[in-house]
T-cell receptor, first 114, second 112 residues
């Protein structure tokens, strides 16, 4: 049982390049989330999904797109990377979204945009 | 809007010292409250939670009590160990928008 996995672990991009971050979970969770973590700011929600085939915007969605074609996978895309997108990206999943909801996190992807 | 405020770090303590990390929140109603911990190089993991006023969450020697009257959820541990060195995040959850609202995190350094 791997939990939540993320690929890649590290990536360096040049401004304007594109990339896709992959998140996979093997816990059969309905809900999945993408966050970014910046120093002194805690985590901010980029996009989330409440089930296969659904996506919704979070707090900071601009410059990112997502897809949830399969229940176990949640992809985060950067179409034209900018230096402001340098951050650590975390994927998380949860079984439900009720009281006491626990989110399970992947190990993170450290992205640098030059 | 809803927000979470944590004490700024880093917090540096000696082993076996008493720990308090303050967390206060602003929200309408009664959200669920959480403490997550992030060990170096890892993702976040749930440490403890409380879903209603006066609930006490506890795990691994850590405790936090949901105080509605002071809108607080302070994290405490009686005797810290070097292995407790990590970043601790306070968060609140609103089911209405599926979002966890996070504090900025508090880095804890325990010296032997």
């Amino acid at each position: 049982n791997a939990g939540v996995t993320q690929t890649p672990k590290f990536r360096v991009l040049k401004t304007g390049q594109s990339m896709t971050l992959l998140c996979a979970q093997d816990m059969n969770h309905e809900y999945m989330y993408w966050y970014r973590q910046d120093p002194g700011m805690g985590l901010r929600l980029i996009h989330y999904s409440v089930g296969e085939g659904t996506t919704a915007k979070g707090e900071v969605p601009d410059g990112y797109n997502v897809s949830r074609l399969k229940k176990q996978n949640f992809l985060l895309g950067l179409e034209s990377a900018a230096p402001s997108q340098t951050s650590v990206y975390f994927c998380a999943s949860s079984y439900f979204a009720g009281e006491g909801n626990e989110q399970f996190f992947g190990p993170g992807t450290r992205l640098t945009v030059l | 809007g809803d927000s979470v405020t944590q004490m700024e770090g880093p917090v540096t303590l000696s082993e076996e010292a008493f720990l308090t990390i303050n967390c206060t929140y602003t929200a309408t109603g009664y959200p669920s409250l959480f403490w997550y911990v992030q060990y170096p190089g890892e993702g976040l993991q749930l440490l403890l939670k409380a879903t209603k006023a006066d609930d006490k969450g506890s795990n691994k020697g850590f405790e936090a009590t949901y105080r509605k009257e002071t809108t607080s959820f302070h994290l405490e541990k009686g005797s810290v160990q070097v292995s407790d060195s990590a970043v601790y995040f306070c968060a609140l959850f609103w089911i209405s928008n599926y979002q966890l609202i996070w504090g900025a995190g508090t880095k804890l350094i325990i010296k032997p």
